[in-house]
């Protein structure tokens, strides 16, 4: 069914409805939902489903209607972008259920009415939260919150909705992960029965000791259990734990610290791959790097004291493992070889017995590397290889490997067979290609001849890293084995690349226009698979390489289906979208899946279709940028915490149950924030100017409130980083006049000239710059006058939005100086008092700046400036004395202090100043003001900036009061390369 007779169909539809007959238009309906569902229309899906529910409502099946409410209630929920069609159903159903509807169960239709409500008109008539005690809050929230608090957050949501129809997908993933209710066994309970005898004793000593038992043998046969355990816990730890527990041979601690950082690891597998789940999924690898770190903390220090190293050194490398998944699985690849770079060196020196420690540890190292640099991958693949299964290399018979396996497997070593095979398989990917087809031999014998020893899901799983490998290069029977191995694991991601791989294999032997067709259909068939994941490179992939196919085929269907592909792809980057490299299955990916997605932006640019070309281009850029993850409010987070700890202490000590409900997950409510990076189109008087610089051309766009305009650059990457290069070295070089208005001058002819039109009456301009661009200082461009005399100008950043409450009080007049202070930076104290800008302006220093002393240090301050240099990470050297603090650190404090604006003393160039900027946008309600140039005498724009800027409540705010410090500065006839260093950034989407 194509899209002319989906239309027709549904004109058809509508027409039966009104004419009264019912069981007509539900027919028709039901025929439409599945085409609605293969062409990617979510927005009639949504109104479809609306429509048979009223359908429904008029013949009175009850048993329909609660299907259909449950439907309707997970395509709002999991809805990524808010459209006028959904705005429409949301306010109907609102309306459709203001009051108790006869005959359907009122708690099911409050619970799709609170739904609803998030997304409909403000006209539409309130939800009431309280009708619906078991509604439960969306579980992007969950990663706000303070560590260790989400998983037992997570495990009561999944609790709570167990057996529900209609539950959405990252539901089942939990549930998959935590493993349905298992009794105790007998020693868990008995570790139980003996913590709460000693908590009621209050002896913490074998409390925390009894508890920690009862912890472990539970994350074997309860991890639901195991969870919420880590609760009581951490509540024990916080009160402080005798000495003698940090010097028994097995530290309790420590051992609690490893079973958290492996339960965390499940939870957030199983997250990574759902949609909508990807902020709880980097929430959880958050918990599982603290959980690492802290334990290699102890551990230092307990050999420090005199404890012995040797019988540390195995389960360090564990930890080291499971830290360096946690930063790769975030995107932090320099982060994750760092982890792993202690323990590969003892690996490459066979410093640990077991070979098969050794084998692991290369291997991680190799996937690791596998995402930067191909030939390092290569030959640390070759290594676990040699590692593995000493003397592959030499037998070369078959008979000679087929005794190898099995002496290998015989001594237990089997396991140490499946990760030859998954390095050879690494190998066919990164190395040699002429020698990827006798890897891949190599391997498949050695999976046959070991794979009645390994268990069945390791086998499965190696099974499908070989194939999938394999697929890649193009073979067709190997697709079909990797897509049978990935739907007996239940994995999405791998599911959809192997049918990716089915369908290009296909299309690339298809001989007739109908063998095409079939083969773009099993194509689209990926992209439904797609769909269900965590947004990401292998959705992003996926829907990419099938609007390819789209294009390339020809037909006359072919560009709409492209569209929709192309537009799915934008979604996948949009919102907590996870990082490239960030998935175990990216590498995966074919290499004709263009992630820049430049191929079809430049097809999309040459048809004029600029409003999604402009969307493609915004979703590259974000997805270039470092994402943190929003966290709540200190109070909120404390309130989670005081809440489960006396859950915990009611089931375990006072042996009191104690029922779930919706007071418990309130707090989440009022502490969730904004979500996702909305396309917001301009105010009146207001433009947004976007950028996308590619290797060969440049593409730009104006919007205003009436459309978008577009303009192509022959000019690539290359040739504008010259042009940036010029202007910046003339800045740097100081009192140049003339040299600055030539560079100037030619990058305003060159970026601004050719939307002078289409600006004219403008007051504002948001630029979002890319490339060598975002080192652009906009307000210098010109040639008689400057652009910064007649617009106001403001850098947009991809970072997600605030975390703070829309509802909390705005912080008073006040600033903070924070860190080594300079004469220069001291000056801001003279804002206040007599002058009745600021009510103080007071500086933090020395022990105040402790990363776990920021949020009291840096509370109840409108502008904060930060002093300090930037460092790796990024980080902030705040004090010569102290380590740097992470900037996602920074902005937590931020953001629990109602800081409208952060001040970066600069400067902040290239990908580190970006990444910086980003964070902290994270935690200001503004915006961050920051310098392009080294800091030096200023004059007195920064100081003019603060005075206007003293009473600013939001973004606008800030740049009204930039815009009049830099005119101020041109009229006092100020050198430009003072006051146009200056750059207010605010979150793109603000």
Request: with cysteine.
């Amino acid at each position: 069914m194509n899209l002319a007779t989906i239309e027709a169909n549904k004109a058809l539809a509508l027409d039966a409805f009104a004419r009264g007959d019912l069981e007509g238009a539900d027919a028709l309906y039901a025929e439409l939902e599945p085409e609605y569902t293969r062409h990617g229309l979510s927005d009639g899906l949504v109104a479809l489903r609306f429509n048979r529910l009223l359908v429904a409502l008029e013949v009175g099946d009850r048993r329909k209607v609660s299907r259909l409410m449950s439907e309707l209630g997970a395509e709002l929920h999991e809805a990524q972008q808010v459209t006028p069609t959904l705005i429409e159903v949301a306010t109907r159903v609102c309306r459709l259920f203001a009051d108790p509807f006869p005959g359907i169960d009122h708690a099911a239709s409050a619970g799709l009415v609170a739904l609803a409500a998030d997304l409909a008109r403000p006209s539409a008539p309130p939800a009431s939260r309280e009708a619906a005690p078991d509604e439960l809050p969306d579980l992007d929230a969950v990663a706000r919150l303070e560590p260790l608090d989400a998983a037992l957050v997570i495990t009561g949501i999944a609790d709570a909705l167990r057996g529900r129809a209609g539950r959405p997908s990252w539901v089942a993933a939990v549930q998959r992960a935590l493993g349905d209710p298992a009794p105790h066994d007998a020693e868990g309970q008995a570790a139980l029965e003996a913590f709460a005898e000693a908590a009621r004793a209050q002896d913490d000593f074998h409390a925390y000791q009894a508890l920690v038992i009862a912890y472990e043998r539970a994350a074997v046969t309860a991890p639901a259990l195991a969870v919420e355990l880590s609760i009581g816990l951490r509540a024990l730890e916080q009160r402080g734990l005798p000495d003698r527990l940090r010097y028994t041979a097995a530290p309790p601690e420590e051992r609690r610290l490893m079973v958290t950082a492996q339960l965390h690891g499940q939870l957030a597998w199983a997250l990574a791959s759902e949609a909508g789940a990807e902020r709880a999924a980097a929430g959880q690898w958050r918990l599982v790097r603290e959980a690492a770190d802290r334990w290699l903390s102890l551990a230092r220090a307990r050999r420090t004291r005199g404890g012995g190293r040797g019988r540390d050194i195995a389960r360090e490398a564990q930890v080291s493992l499971w830290r360096a998944r946690a930063a790769r699985a975030v995107g932090d690849l320099a982060g994750a070889a760092a982890a792993l770079d202690g323990s590969l060196r003892r690996a490459q020196r066979h410093a640990f017995d077991d070979p098969f420690v050794t084998a692991r540890v290369l291997l991680e190292a190799a996937v690791v590397a596998e995402r930067r640099d191909a030939a390092r991958a290569d030959a640390l693949f070759g290594e676990t290889v040699d590692v593995a299964l000493p003397g592959l290399d030499a037998a070369l018979r078959l008979g000679q490997r087929a005794s190898l396996v099995d002496e290998a497997c015989r001594e237990g070593g089997a396991p140490r067979v499946a990760t030859a095979v998954e390095a050879l398989a690494g190998r066919a990917r990164c190395g040699d290609d002429a020698a990827a087809a006798e890897h891949l031999a190599v391997a498949r014998l050695l999976l046959a001849l070991a794979e009645p020893h390994i268990a069945p899901a390791a086998a499965a799983r190696t099974t499908l890293v070989l194939e999938l490998t394999a697929a890649r290069r193009g073979e067709r029977d190997a697709a079909l084995r990797a897509l049978e191995a990935a739907r007996a694991l239940e994995d999405g991601a791998a599911v959809a690349l192997a049918t990716l791989y089915l369908g290009l294999a296909d299309h690339d032997a298809a001989a007739s226009p109908g063998e095409r067709a079939a083969a773009l259909e099993r194509l689209c068939e990926a992209a439904v698979e797609a769909r269900a994941l965590g947004a990401g490179a292998v959705r992003r992939g996926v829907e990419t390489t099938v609007a390819l196919a789209h294009l390339e085929s020809g037909g006359a269907a072919d560009p709409e289906r492209a569209e929709i592909h192309l537009r799915r792809a934008a979604e996948a980057a949009e919102g907590p979208a996870l990082a490239d490299g960030a998935g175990a299955w990216d590498v995966m990916l074919p290499p004709r899946a263009r992630w820049d997605l430049e191929r079809a932006i430049e097809r999309l640019c040459e048809g004029g279709n600029a409003a999604l070309a402009r969307r493609l281009c915004a979703a590259e850029r974000r997805r270039a940028q470092r994402r943190p993850v929003a966290t709540a409010t200190a109070r909120y987070a404390a309130e989670m915490a005081a809440a489960h700890r006396h859950r915990f202490d009611a089931r375990f000590v006072q042996r009191v149950e104690v029922e779930d409900c919706f007071d418990l997950w309130a707090p989440l409510h009022r502490a969730q924030g904004a979500d996702g990076w909305p396309l917001r189109a301009p105010r009146p008087g207001e433009a947004r100017l976007e950028f996308r610089v590619f290797e060969t051309w440049t593409v730009g766009f104006v919007v205003l409130p009436d459309g978008v305009r577009m303009h192509r650059w022959t000019l690539g990457r290359t040739g504008l980083g010259r042009h940036v290069a010029e202007l910046r070295a003339c800045l740097r070089a100081g009192d140049q006049p003339q040299r600055l208005r030539r560079a100037t001058g030619a990058l305003y002819d060159l970026l601004w000239a050719p939307f002078v039109d289409a600006l004219a009456g403008v007051g504002r301009v948001v630029i979002a710059p890319d490339g060598p661009l975002c080192g652009v200082p906009f307000a210098l461009l010109g040639r008689d006058t400057f652009v910064a005399e007649t617009v106001d100008l403001v850098v947009a950043r991809p970072a997600p939005p605030p975390a703070f409450l829309a509802d909390d009080p705005v912080a008073p007049p006040t600033a903070l100086l924070v860190g080594e202070a300079t004469v220069r930076d001291l000056e801001i104290s003279t804002l206040c008092g007599e002058h009745g800008w600021f009510e103080s302006v007071s500086t933090r220093m020395g022990d105040e700046l402790e990363e776990d002393g920021l949020v009291p240090a840096l509370a109840h301050a409108r502008i904060v400036q930060l002093v300090g240099e930037l460092a790796p990470g990024p980080a902030l050297t705040l004090c010569e004395e102290r380590p740097p603090v992470p900037v996602e650190r920074v902005a937590e404090a931020l953001a629990a202090g109602g800081a409208v604006c952060a001040v970066l003393s600069g400067p902040v160039e290239g990908s580190r100043g970006r990444a910086a900027v980003g964070g902290l946008l994270a935690g200001v309600r503004g915006g961050v003001l920051a310098r392009h140039a080294a800091p030096d005498d200023d004059g007195g724009v920064l100081l003019r900036f603060l005075a206007s800027a003293a009473s600013a409540e939001g973004s606008w705010a800030l740049v009204e009061a930039l815009g009049e410090a830099r005119r101020a500065a041109i009229e006092a006839g100020l050198a430009p390369a003072q006051w146009g260093a200056y750059e207010l950034f605010i979150a793109e989407g603000e």
